[in-house]
């Protein structure tokens, strides 16, 4: 594993002082809190929070993490299971989304992705349940514990039969996407139809009454990433209802809402939802976008400055469609990992980190932070702990004491070392050893068709013969 990126590591960061005049000398600004306190010390992530319509026992919350270990018919696997037992051991009360599960077949990212169908009713309430009798076995009651289902059309990113096969269904033909990932500009039967939308919108909604049936609290209408939902926000010359104006282009996440809300009125809604973005990085001469290009939230990396207007305006609009929970992401993973994700070690497909990876964390936190500004009704969740690695306690902390978010959420973080918040409300040091130093190899193992997890750290993933495969892949290309 190799970072051509020279900045210190968090791991050489020897002291809570020590990360301070870091992000003091990146310009940074966060709340970074001396010491972390447990429970019964009253620490602020202790606190509960209400969550549609239930008390949700802490502010730490599971960000939705697929593992490209489903089973071919889109059942969960013994693999998937694990994953979803290790979400109920983690001590954390607000599971987001478990992982995206796809709303019918063609929108599948990858051939193993779980499918929310009501053909998988059954596979769904075994996950929760795993989910569930973990936690209780762990921590006694469940009352407090308020779980969602992440539901997801991956659009552009549609791999449903074969990881070598793309099956692209796009908004709209856009220059630089379209040559980044080798689909033809002239192909018209790919793009989405108007009332195909509609029919889509209502297979949302059949997966929130499954979700519903099998006793989710909530689902998340995921609109980040650049899956479909989230494609659809920058489909500034695609014409009819569905693009064009802010309006147009933010209709369809607006039908499936209302779909959703018609169907299920009981259940709750969350979007997850990319709020600044980057065009294909790293960007090519030639390749800056045209104003009719602009991605949703375009952060001009220049200036560092994001154009806010738009995405502020969607989250107080989500207020007013009865959404009442947002997760704050960023970005894609396939075309701009470092703001999505940030890591010292870029995965196969990406390149080295083109700032210190501390700068992409703070921007998430931040954009939570604005969001909540423009929106203080929502229950908002950020997202970039992970690379706070040691310091996690510290700054998770900091920003629900200083109202930068209602609850912090964790990713790569629960792969590698899933009692972390456990740990932490317990007032017990953190297991070095598991603490997540973003090698990226959960990323990388999926890009080659391999199913994902932990390889460098959790042990179990440690002596699959994934891991032999891994080292091969990465010294071959080093
Ligand atoms: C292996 C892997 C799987 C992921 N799966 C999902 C997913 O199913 N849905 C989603 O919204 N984000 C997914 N993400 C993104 C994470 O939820 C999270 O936003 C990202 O890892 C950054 O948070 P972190 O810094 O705490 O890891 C995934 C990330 C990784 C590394
Ligand atoms: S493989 Fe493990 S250590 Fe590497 S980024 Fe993923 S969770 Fe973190």
């Known amino acids: 594993m190799s970072s051509d990126y020279d900045v210190p590591k968090i791991a050489q960061l020897k002291s809570v002082e020590a990360l301070r005049e870091r992000l003091e000398e990146l310009g940074c600004i966060l709340p970074v809190d001396d010491q972390p306190l447990s429970a019964s010390e009253s620490s602020p992530l202790a606190a509960p929070l209400t969550l549609a319509g239930r008390d949700a026992g802490n502010r730490w919350c599971i960000h939705p993490m697929e593992g490209w270990d489903g089973e071919t018919d889109g059942r969960p696997s013994e693999l998937t299971l694990r994953r979803w037992r290790h979400f109920g051991q983690s001590g954390a009360k607000w599971i987001w989304g478990g992982e995206a599960a796809a709303v019918r077949f063609d929108g599948r990212a990858n051939p193993r992705q779980i499918l929310a169908t009501p053909a998988h009713e059954d596979g769904l309430r075994q996950l929760r349940d795993t989910l569930v009798a973990a936690h ?19 659009g552009r990113f549609s791999r449903p039969t074969r990881s070598d096969h793309p099956e692209p269904r796009i908004a709209h033909h856009h220059r630089l996407l379209d040559a980044r990932f080798g689909i033809d500009p002239h192909r018209a039967d790919i793009v989405w139809g108007d009332t195909e939308l509609l029919t889509l919108a209502d297979d949302y909604a059949e997966a929130a009454e499954t979700a519903w049936k099998v006793g989710f609290d909530f689902v998340d209408i995921k609109c980040c990433h650049g899956y ?4 659809f926000l920058s489909a500034r010359r695609r014409r009819g209802a569905f693009g064009g104006d802010w309006e147009g282009r933010t209709r369809l996440l607006r039908t499936v809402i209302e779909r959703v809300r018609e169907r299920v009125p009981e259940l709750g809604i969350g979007v997850r939802l990319s709020l600044f973005d980057l065009p294909p990085w790293p960007m090519q001469p030639g390749e800056e976008p045209a104003p009719e290009e602009a991605m949703f939230g375009q952060l001009d990396w220049e200036s560092g400055e994001v154009a806010w207007e738009e995405p502020l305006r969607l989250v107080r609009a989500l207020e007013d469609w009865g959404v009442t929970m947002l997760n704050v992401s960023a970005g894609c993973p ?7 994700r940030p890591a010292a070690f870029p995965p196969s497909d990406g390149y080295p980190p083109p700032e210190d990876p501390l700068v992409g964390a703070v921007r998430l936190l931040e954009a939570a932070r604005r969001a909540k500004q423009a929106a203080p009704s929502l229950k908002v969740v950020g997202t970039g702990l992970t690379y706070l690695q040691d310091y996690v306690p510290h700054v998770a902390q900091g920003l629900i004491r200083h109202g930068w978010m209602d609850a912090v959420g964790l990713g790569r973080m629960v792969l590698s070392y899933p009692t972390l918040p456990a740990d932490v409300l317990a007032g017990r040091p953190l297991q070095r050893r598991r603490i997540c130093r973003t090698f990226s190899d959960c990323t990388t193992a999926p890009r ?23 080292l091969e892949y990465k010294q071959s290309r080093s």
């Open 136 to 154: 209780r076995e762990a921590f006694g009651s469940t009352d407090d514990l308020v779980i969602g289902l992440q539901l997801t059309h991956s």
């Open 448 to 470: 080659q068709g391999w199913v994902s997890g932990c390889y460098p750290l959790d042990p179990f993933y440690k002596q699959r013969p994934e891991r032999q495969w891994l």
């Open 228 to 231: 479909l939902l989230h494609e």
């Open 334 to 340: 396939y075309y701009c990992p470092h703001i999505q």
